[in-house]
Every structure is written in C-alpha cells, then in structure tokens.
C-alpha cells in the first residue's frame, strides 16, 4: 500500500520496552534496500510516557491499531519513552537504526534535526517525523490538522462562556500552537463578537503543576473557559475544582478527571496513518512523503459531548466540524485583523492552513497573548 499523502520534555531516565516479538538487541546491520518484507520491525520514539492521557498516549494507541490491523506476526514494535529533545534524542535514534529497525516514528516536532542527520547515515532505514517540515529520501513527515478541532471547540466556548472570556494554555509559541489559539478564537469570536482569549505559554509540553498554576490564575481573571494546547488534564481538573463553565481534553478524552468541566475533547487517531506506514514497509512501496490529515480524514476527531451542554451548542458545533469537513467552512476565513490592526484576510477571502503554518506567529484581534 502506498501513502498518499518543540516538545521538550527533561527526565532522569529513558526506559526502552520491547512489545510484540522476541526482546534481543540485534546486531549492527548493514544498509538495506526498499523491498517486500516478511515482517517489519517499528519503533516509535516517546517525549512522555503513554499514560500521559494526551499526546503520547495517542501515539500508543495508533501504534496498537496498527499492530492489531497488521497482525504481530508482520510486526515487532519498540517504544523508547521518556527522550528529551535534544543531543541525546540522536543517540537514541542512531541506537534503533543499528538495531535494524526498518521504520522509525520521531513522535514529537524536536526530534527532527536529530533524525534527519542519522537518516543520512542510514539511508536504507525509514524515518517517519511527526509534526515536521522537511523530508528526505528516507523521511516522511506527517501532521494532523489540530486547528481544525479548535473551531469547533472554540464555538462551544463563545456560545457557553457567561463572561465572555477564554483562555488558552499554550505549550510553546510554535505554528501547531498558535494556530490552534487563533482558530479557537476566531470561532468563538463568530458566536461572541466580543469574546477575548487570554493566551499563556508554560514552556513545556507536560507540567501539571505549570498548567494548574496557570488555570487558577487565568479563573482569577474572569476566564470560565479553558482549552490547553499541552498533554495532560491539570488545567481541567483545577476547572472542576473552580466550578467554571468547564474546558477540553487535548489528544484524548481526558473526562475522567473532570466529568463536570470536560465538555469535549479533540482526539488524536494516528492509528490508520501508522497501519499504512508501516505497511508499505511491509510491501515494499513506502516513500518519501508528507501528510496532514484532519477532520475530513478522521485522524481529528471530536469526543463526546458533555450531557451539560445545550442542545443548540451541540447543533452548532456539529455544524462547523461537519462544514470544515466538507469544505464549506474554513477555520480561517476573513476578515481577520490582528491585534495591531494588520488585514490578513478580506471578507471572503481565506488563509490557506500551510500558508499559516509558514507565518510568524501572531494573534486576531481579540485575543491577549
């Protein structure tokens, strides 16, 4: 089958399992060519841990769809958890490609000059680079469309927020991020022309004391809504704590720690990409590509909505994501202003997603970052 189409994370330890097939460290292998195999051994590189509930849990899961679709007898999987983004990333990579392993997942956007320079030393192992921007005769890179989840759930917050005002907890100011903050806020924006959303950035990917800070003292400012652009459920569980109107999960659906303030969650479902990846490995057609999937694709996916929320938010928030997926809709569709005045969109014109992907960050009026 052929496809188609900076998450820094500081620990002690770096802990290596060894999942669906035999646990020996193989020998250095030699270069090999892009040909049919009988079985296929993937290994997947983690900033977290999969019971992070967010981000590195949903990478797990894709990598379990995909065992269970390709079989274990096609597939012998490694997951490294635990790799900062940084030097030490190069040795880890550089340690599973002589290991022979035929296709690497660099899950997270710091890893990439890492795998790029070892991708030139072995030239005959796969490297796949999540959330990247450059490719090369053997890396790939694949993205998922995660703004588009924040239009729909930035209309749940302009139609529920009783103040008027959000908040969006941010990782670091990278184009996913702001991005995702700014579709957010021009969606509430559609349902409250005055909704404000107040930005922070925690400069980590996964900090629950962080994030939790952040949450109270954003609530202290009158937000009531709160969406997070990190990896775990701080911030919503300090929402539950606070009684506000209630935030969303990020990655997965993350209501078992808030059921009363979680009203959604945009899921992340890597699962299909991973079967098809690594079954091109398998019958020898694998190539250098790029893909960004969204909703349309279901690789973005809405959870379930809480009961709480109102039958015509509801009804609102299924029109824009079914809208976005059938193009009738676009998160960015002008006019947009930014907070210094400048036009970046016209009425009836739209800024295309890779031409935003590729700006410096900036922020539509409204919005305090």
């Known amino acids: 089958m052929t496809k188609k189409n900076v998450r820094p994370m500081m620990m002690n330890r770096r802990n290596l ?3 669906g097939g035999a646990a020996a460290t ?6 090999r060519a892009f040909a049919q195999k009988d079985k296929v051994k993937a290994a997947f590189v983690l900033i977290g841990t999969p019971d992070d509930n967010g981000w590195n849990y949903g990478h797990d899961q894709g990598r379990i769809y995909m065992l269970n679709e390709l079989g274990a007898d096609k597939v012998e999987t490694t997951v490294v958890t635990n790799v900062a983004e940084g030097p030490d990333s190069e040795r880890v990579f550089r340690e599973l490609a002589q290991q022979g392993h035929d296709i690497i997942f660099g899950t997270s956007f710091g890893f990439g000059d890492y795998m790029l320079k070892v991708a030139k ?10 959330t990247g921007y450059a490719t090369a005769p053997n890396v790939s890179i694949y993205n998922a469309k995660f703004h588009e989840g924040r239009a729909v759930i930035g209309t749940i917050a302009g139609m529920m927020s009783e103040t008027g005002i959000g908040a969006y907890i941010g990782s670091f100011p990278i184009p996913e991020v702001f991005m995702g903050a700014n579709a957010f806020h021009l969606a509430a924006r559609k349902q409250n022309p005055d909704f404000v959303t107040k930005v922070v950035y925690v400069d980590s990917w996964f900090d629950p004391a962080k994030e939790a800070d952040a949450a109270r003292a954003l609530i202290d400012q009158g937000v009531d809504v709160i969406t997070q652009h990190t990896d775990g459920p701080a911030a919503l569980q300090v929402a539950e704590e606070r009684g506000i109107i209630g935030g969303f999960g990020q990655g997965a659906d993350m209501s078992a720690f808030a059921p009363k303030a979680h009203l959604t969650a945009i899921i992340d479902n890597w699962g299909p990409y991973y079967a098809e990846a690594v079954g091109s490995v398998l019958d020898g057609t694998w190539e ?3 893909a960004w999937p969204g909703l349309k694709e279901g690789e973005v996916v809405i959870g379930p909505y809480n009961p709480k929320i109102p039958a015509d938010v509801v009804a609102e928030a299924e029109r824009v994501k079914n809208g976005i997926i059938d193009g009738s809709i676009h998160p960015f569709a002008g006019p947009i202003v930014d907070t210094t005045g400048k036009v970046w969109a016209e009425e009836g014109d739209i800024i295309d997603d890779g031409e935003f992907w590729a700006q410096e960050a900036w922020y539509a009026e409204g919005m305090e970052a």
């Open 288 to 290: 250098e590509s790029s």
């Open 26 to 31: 193989l020998p250095l292998l030699g270069s």
């Open 17 to 19: 399992m060894k999942i």
């Open 121 to 130: 030393q072995f030239p005959d192992t796969k490297f796949e680079w999540a």
